[in-house]
């Protein structure tokens, strides 16, 4: 079993910037395609970005384009989300999850093993 843990989350006004991370503590990270989704209740979780395992072009949700981005760090098993010029549709939980099957980033979840708990995001007026 793989556990993430996100955090980073936390209160932030239209305009701010936030970083989530999450991370494991399995040495296999290198091999996972990692992604980050969100859900608002009474929604479905949607995605937000990916990043294969090997690197190459992240992508993105079309309401994320220009604003967040997904990166990694191997040595330290961590994914990260840079998200700048939050709006309040940015609110939600957001997860990270790992596919452990070196395939390309995918918008699908069901493409994917295994999932934190999630991190709040609110974003205020």
């Known amino acids: 079993q793989v556990q993430l843990v996100e955090s980073g989350g936390g209160l932030v006004q239209a305009g701010d910037s936030l970083r989530l991370s999450c991370a494991t503590s399995r040495r296999t990270f290198g091999s996972y395609s990692m992604a980050w989704f969100r859900q608002t209740p009474g929604k479905e979780r949607a995605f937000v970005a990916a990043m294969a395992w090997n690197g190459g072009r992240p992508i993105y949700a079309d309401s994320v384009k220009g604003r967040f981005t997904i990166s990694r760090d191997n040595a330290k098993n961590t994914v990260y989300l840079q998200m700048n010029r939050l709006n309040l549709g940015d609110t939600a939980v957001y997860y990270c999850?790992?596919?452990?099957?070196?395939?390309?980033?995918?918008?699908?979840?069901?493409?994917?093993?295994?999932w934190g708990q999630g991190t709040q995001v609110t974003v205020s007026s």
């Open positions: 999850a790992a596919d452990a099957g070196r395939r390309p980033p995918d918008v699908r979840i069901d493409a994917y093993d295994y």
